[in-house]
């Protein structure tokens, strides 16, 4: 079993419908990343979290640290808004500051305008 | 702020050829991390600095595959020979202290034939 879990793993949506991808990890954490790819392959990060909520935009990200569980939404979607979305955290309790990243395998998201 | 700049962006090599990918990281970032992600998959850690120093290399397939980062700036992953398992995205990645500021390059997207 993946250390982290993402569903659903691929997604198509209606433009301007309300989108949910949700992220479950099994390892204490430091902190999770949530980032976007597009084809191209180039990674852009959207959030850093260790507690709370971070909105960006259209964008918005929780998490909660008891239930492992850490949810990105999309508001008003878009077309250019599809893309691979990557769930990806740090696991706490390394001897090092920083730590690599352990990835979902990502959901792939498709918007039709 | 330039992110972090890889090249090429892509190559296309025969099989037992040696391939070299470059990565300069975002300026005072001391971790760099380079990554290959398989299609359809999350990144998987090649190799992680910290300034000039290797600090994890356990997945890196020491037979074939080399980095460097001499200055403890940019940094090179070398492939000798390259296998057609190797195709894949290659992504550079660093970081400030603690990991925050933890960017991604725009991947080199490696085909070999």
């Known amino acids: 079993k993946n250390e982290v879990e993402q569903s659903p793993q691929n997604l198509t949506a209606q433009e301007g419908e309300f989108i949910t991808i949700n992220c479950s990890y099994s390892?204490?954490?430091?902190?999770l990343h949530w980032l976007q790819q597009h084809p191209g392959g180039g990674i852009v990060s959207l959030f850093m979290?260790?507690?709370g909520k971070k909105k960006h935009g259209r964008l918005i990200a929780t998490i909660n640290i008891q239930e492992k569980h850490s949810s990105l939404h999309i508001t008003a979607s878009h077309p250019r808004d599809s893309a691979v979305y990557i769930c990806?955290?740090?696991?706490?309790?390394?001897?090092?500051?920083?730590?690599?990243?352990?990835f979902g395998t990502g959901t792939r998201l498709t918007i039709i305008p | 702020e330039a992110g972090v700049v890889q090249s090429p962006r892509y190559k296309i090599i025969e099989k037992k050829q040696p391939v070299a990918f470059w990565c300069n990281p975002i300026?005072?970032?001391?971790?760099l991390y380079w990554y290959r992600q398989n299609l359809g998959q999350g990144p998987e850690l090649l190799i992680r600095?910290?300034?000039?120093?290797?600090?994890?290399d356990s997945q890196l397939p020491k037979d074939r595959f080399s980095a460097e980062r001499l200055k403890g700036v940019d940094s090179t992953l070398k492939i000798q020979p390259a296998e057609l398992g190797d195709s894949a995205v290659y992504l550079c990645?660093?970081?400030?202290?603690?990991?925050?500021?933890?960017?991604f390059g725009s991947g080199t997207r490696l085909t070999v034939v």
């Open positions: 600095y910290e300034n000039e120093e290797a600090v994890d």
């Open positions: 390892v204490g954490i430091s902190a």
């Open positions: 990645a660093s970081s400030s202290d603690r990991g925050h500021g933890y960017t």
């Open positions: 300026s005072g970032h001391n971790t």
């Open positions: 979290l260790s507690s």
């Open positions: 990806a955290v740090r696991k706490r309790g390394s001897n090092f500051g920083n730590e690599k990243l352990t």
